[in-house]
Structures are given as structure tokens and as C-alpha cells.
């Protein structure tokens, strides 16, 4: 049974549909290396200067600020995962790379 439900896991880890799922799927991994790494969510806050309540309430809740979740990744040591987070272009048609080609150097979006 624990092979099957692996391989559940690894089938929803590619299925996550919402940001509520994608929120759960962020903190669980957080805490997945933050515990690999014998750190106590208190050795987190101190380091991190992220409060203790907030790492409490992402762990649990999957609630936390976009500048608190780089603190903690810079402490884990996943900067360089949190810079490249939007860096590759994504599409699903030749029309979508067409319009991204032709908008690549403009500073913002119009109507």
C-alpha cells in the first residue's frame, strides 16, 4: 500500500489546481527541509527574523507574506529558486510565443 500511495503523491503533485493546493503543496515542502535540516520552527524565527507566529500560521494555515516567504527561503538556502520563480516564459500556443516575442522589451502592458 505505501508504494501506491507514493505514487498518488507524486500523480497530485502535478495536478494541483488551485492556489489553496499550491499554498499547502509550498509550505509542506518548507517544512519537509526545514525538519530534514534538524531546525526547530524557533532556530527559523530567530535566524530567519521571520516571527515565530507567522512560520506557525504558513506550516498550518498556508498563509504567509511574500517577503517573509524569501526570508525563510534565503535561510533554507533557496535564493536562487525564489529569483528564477517567474524567469522562463510559459505558453500553450504558437499565437501565445508570438505575442510574448513581440511584447519582450516593452517596460509594461497596455489595453
Do not use: P, W
Not at 515542502?29 to 516571527?51: F, P, Q, T, W, Y
Request: net charge neutral; aromatic share 6%; charged share 30%.
Amino acid at each position: 500500500m505505501a508504494i501506491s500511495d507514493n505514487i498518488l503523491d507524486e500523480v497530485f503533485s502535478y495536478t494541483l489546481e488551485n492556489e489553496e493546493d499550491i499554498a499547502e503543496k509550498i509550505a509542506r515542502d518548507m517544512r519537509c527541509r526545514r525538519v530534514e535540516r534538524n531546525i526547530s520552527r524557533e532556530m527559523l524565527a530567530k535566524e530567519s527574523g521571520v516571527a515565530l507566529a507567522n512560520i506557525v500560521r504558513f506550516e498550518n494555515y498556508h498563509l504567509i507574506s511574500l517577503q517573509n516567504l524569501i526570508k525563510i527561503a534565503m535561510c533554507l538556502g533557496y535564493s536562487a529558486e525564489m529569483k528564477n520563480l517567474f524567469v522562463q516564459q510559459k505558453y500553450d500556443t504558437l499565437e501565445e510565443l508570438e505575442i510574448i516575442k513581440q511584447n519582450m522589451n516593452k517596460k509594461r502592458a497596455r489595453k
